[in-house]
């Protein structure tokens, strides 16, 4: 069945980088879109960034978070730099097939001095 596990959140600093990645498994990655999204309490899930014959950004991250994947490793990264407090967030991978939308559990990105 259609797995996606995200890792790599944690504790940064305001202006440091995180780079998330997200292990896909069970369908053939290469085909298929990749999203990644983010949610803080309170507030409704929001798109970050997706991948697939082209890149798209949220304006709120354009030019400092970058997605990228590697289809030989079933893996889509998601590269976050200059990371402010507004960042905070977990942040999800996604991916929509057979008329089927696929979450991972999500990594919690904190941002804090």
């Known amino acids: 069945q259609v797995q996606l596990v995200e890792s790599g959140g944690g504790l940064v600093q305001p202006g440091g980088s995180l780079r998330l990645p997200c292990a896909a498994s069970g369908f053939t990655f290469s085909m298929y879109t990749m999203t990644w999204y983010r949610q803080t309490p309170g507030k409704e899930r929001e798109l970050v960034a997706l991948?697939?014959?082209?890149?798209n950004y949220a304006d709120s991250v354009k030019g400092r978070f970058t997605i990228s994947r590697d289809n030989a490793k079933n893996t889509v990264y998601l590269q976050m730099n200059n990371l402010t407090t507004e960042d905070t967030a977990v942040y999800y991978c996604?991916?929509?097939?057979?008329?089927?939308?696929?979450w991972g559990k999500g990594t919690l990105v904190t941002v804090s001095s």
């Open positions: 991948i697939g014959s082209s890149t």
């Open positions: 996604s991916t929509y097939l057979g008329g089927s939308t696929y």
